[in-house]
């Protein structure tokens, strides 16, 4: 982005379409819908841009009028005579498509915006129409659109603004907003803006229903604009999750995103016929698709404005080790849990002189190092300890970061303690985040302590999880997605052709055919042929049923295990059959499959889901055929390689017990990655596999077993 795109047909063959780095540095604005009356969003707009100081022409379009505020009033903007780069409209539905077919007339517009509601987000059909009509005059146009319901851009450099949110000032920074709603976007810009040192920006924008700019496209506008060093972006969903995903991973490689996502809900209610669908929660997949693509989340709207503080202001940290300095128990406590409980963070190992010298330093009832990365200083500690401390604790080599916990007593003057700090800091370059608590008397430190470089916040929690938000800003990797060409298979194309699932032998011999290590196995027709089978493989067998209509085969008894001999294996059959007729009267038996038993090992869950969003998407769990009660699971979009798999395994709890437990050895974690790499390119590459569902899969010491397999087909 940021560059002219050639798009449609002028006088030469060519029309340009232009950039959205033009639109933002509009240097004409026409408000269509111009109002007189004060309650008119048209004129505030107009109110908003004269009151802000804005840095070119402002048109006010209304047929009624003369004047607005002060300002020549056109009855069209064919009245126009001079350039006209942006039109910002705020009238109903059908007038907007009017304006939008003489903006196209006029040949010289470069960027709409739709204040008006009342488009496709209604699900009205005549309505959708109508924004089916506006993107269609805008292509053909080259027009660029933001919205339609939205408040479109700012930009502090020009002093544009075309929406009408209160509260806000174009004070120039290094941030960029992306948003999807206006009046979060807006207050979001407002509480950076009420910082003790108001945290500026250098562009806005909302995109509305996205019918033509969207929330990508100015993630990566942003990318390439050196004017801004951290995009935060209020993400309420996306139309194209890959393409966003390809996006976020080229931005992330030079400078910072932090979304916050809301709308946590499941995909899983419609999926109910595998664990995998059950559990792919949206919410879920959209964490593993940030993380795979670097994108830092933050879970609320403070915390996404104290990750942009911490990622503005301070210098990158050299790892994720963190000394709680506070001179207060209670704010060390609440700082202590917030870094256990976020799991980016750990306290730092401050070396044994340290330590001691820190106890030297500090009254008598200090906690020094109980455990090691706290110091509670307690409240006898006067400015020329925290000064003294502060120095000692960032020149260990094994402290990357600080958070300074302090509420001064009536005695100790805040700012006294401030000025003792600021110089060291400075001087050791490390990040440190202060918590000097909120009111007016803290309000004077807290302005100086961030004039110095140093952020503030209001809570210890908010200063912990800022540091975590700069840590994963500058540790993470994002993997853009490959490109893997469709295939087919003669199993899958069976299956399809009969108009049913392929059967679990199916599909172990499909997930063979492609290099996963399965089980061997025989597709035991009769009960002789079952007692045949175990013979040969002597050793304990498994018998599983073979019906297409039975989905858990363990909950009506289609499982059988731990059989030897002919006459274990013989009534093992007979009752099993049995079972599953009694349970489904019209199950389909297509046999029974012999499998010998596993090795013991410790048993994870691998299966795939297509997201409506993202596609395939792949999920990790531990505890196998207890996956819905333990809940721990993780995701990423497919295809990824090996580093991705081995992220996904290392971010579930279940990685402690692959790596060996209580006398347990370590489990093959790298075949089992190599399992997921497999899995996701199977994913990708067969676009009509709508489900896998590998589970339990049982990891050994060296290699796997994959218990139990299941492929289901979509439908279409």
Known sequence: MGQLLVEGMDEEGITMTASLR???????????????????????????????????KIYP???????????????????????????????????????MEEAEQRGDVKGVVVLSAGFAETAIPENVEAQRQLVEIARRAGIRVFGPNCIGIMNPDRRLVTGFHPGISLVPGNVGYVTQSGALGGSLVTMALSQPKPLGFA????????CDVSNQELIEEYGNDPRIEVILVYLEGVKDGREFMRVASRVTKNKPVL?????????????????????????????????????????????????????????????????????????????????????????????????????????PMAMVCKPNGYVDMTAAAMAKEFGDAIRLVLSDANVDMVVLNSIPPTFLPAMDVAQAIVPVVKELGKPVAACFTVGQAMAETR??????????????????????????????????????????????????????????????????????????????????????AAMEMNSPVVLKIVAPQVIHKSDIGGVKVNLQGNE????????????????????????????PMAQPGTEVIVGMVRDAQFGPTIMFGTGGVFVELFKDVSFRIAPFDKEVALDMIKETKG??????????????????????VQVSQLAARYPQIKEV?????????????????????DAE
């Open 22 to 56: 033009e639109i933002f540095e509009s240097r004409s604005i026409a408000v269509v819908g111009a109002s007189e009356d004060p309650s008119k969003a048209g004129h505030q707009v107009v109110r908003t841009l004269l009151a802000a100081g804005y840095l070119g």
């Open 693 to 713: 569902d590998l589970n339990p899969i049982r990891v050994h010491e060296n290699g796997y077993s994959v218990l139990d397999a299941r492929i289901l087909l």
């Open 203 to 210: 562009r806005f924008g909302h995109v509305g229903n996205m």
């Open 259 to 363: 979304v916050l996502k809301v709308g946590r809900t499941q995909i899983g209610a419609k999926a109910a016929l595998s664990h995998t669908g059950t559990l792919a929660g949206a919410d879920a997949v959209y964490n593993g698709a940030f993380k795979q693509c670097g994108v830092v989340r933050a879970n609320t709207v403070h915390d996404l404005i104290a990750g942009a503080k911490a990622v503005s202001m301070l210098p990158k940290p050299r790892g994720n080790r963190v000394c709680i300095l506070t001179e207060a128990g209670g704010m060390g406590v609440v700082s202590m849990d917030e870094v256990e409980a976020g799991g980016v963070l750990e306290l730092a190992p401050m070396s044994q002189e340290t330590c001691e010298r820190l106890t030297a330093l500090l009254p």
């Open 61 to 99: 379009v209304n047929r009624n009028e003369k004047q607005i505020l002060g300002l020549p009033c056109y009855s069209s903007i064919a009245e126009i005579k001079g350039p006209l780069d942006l039109i910002v409209i705020s009238l109903p539905g059908k007038a907007v498509i009017s304006v």
């Open 447 to 532: 302005r100086y302590l961030e004039e110095s470089g140093i952020p503030t916040f209001e809570s210890p929690d908010y200063a912990v999880r800022a540091l975590a938000m700069l840590t994963q800003a500058t540790f993470s990797v994002s993997h853009p997605l490959g490109d893997v060409p469709s295939a087919r298979h003669p199993i899958l194309d069976r299956a399809v052709l009969e108009a049913r699932h392929p059967l679990e032998p199916e599909s172990l011999d499909f997930l063979s055919d492609h290099g996963i290590a399965v089980m061997p196995h025989v597709l035991a027709r009769t009960r002789e042929e079952a007692q045949r």
């Open 655 to 676: 990685y402690q017990v692959l790596r060996g437990m209580r006398g347990e050895k370590q489990k093959d974690i790298a075949s089992l990655a190599e399992l997921l």
């Open 568 to 595: 274990a294996v013989g009534q093992g059959h007979d009752q099993m059959v049995n079972d599953v007729k009694s349970a489904i009267a019209a199950a389909d038996i297509h046999g029974v499959l012999v499998v």
